[in-house]
């Protein structure tokens, strides 16, 4: 069974920064490509930044510049890094991560999902 735990949500001000971590455990073969996505309030789900074994990167538009996501592929973690963090930045905030024996044979597991309210 495998499972990703998600933390470092919360409350902040404009302007100010979260990390938000997700750890992979379980049977997981190796972990491919990792990210975030979000859901704000009566709006679909949007990627906001992925990353692959190889530490390629790619980011929402809306976030690039301010967000930094990285990984430590020894412990299966992804992280983001959010600073300059705005209004607009308020959603459940979820990880993901294409787990599997071959780059070509993965399933995609979904975190629980994590709150962040950027809020004055």
């Known amino acids: 069974q495998v499972q990703l735990v998600e933390s470092g949500g919360g409350l902040v001000q404009p302007g100010g920064s979260l990390r938000l971590s997700c750890a992979a455990s379980?049977?997981?073969?190796?972990?491919?490509?990792m990210g975030w996505y979000r859901q704000a309030p009566g709006k679909q789900r949007e990627l906001v930044a992925g990353?692959?074994?190889?530490?390629?990167?790619n980011y929402a538009d809306s976030v690039k510049g301010r967000f930094t996501i990285s990984r430590e592929n020894a412990k299966n973690t992804v992280f983001l890094q959010m600073n300059s963090l705005k209004p607009e930045d308020t959603a459940v905030h979820y990880c993901?991560?294409?787990?599997?024996?071959?780059?070509?044979?993965?399933?995609?597991?979904w975190g629980q999902g994590t709150q962040v309210t950027v809020s004055s």
């Open positions: 990353i692959t074994s190889d530490d390629s990167t």
């Open positions: 993901y991560a294409n787990l599997g024996p071959r780059p070509y044979s993965t399933r995609r597991y």
């Open positions: 379980g049977s997981i073969f190796s972990a491919y490509t």
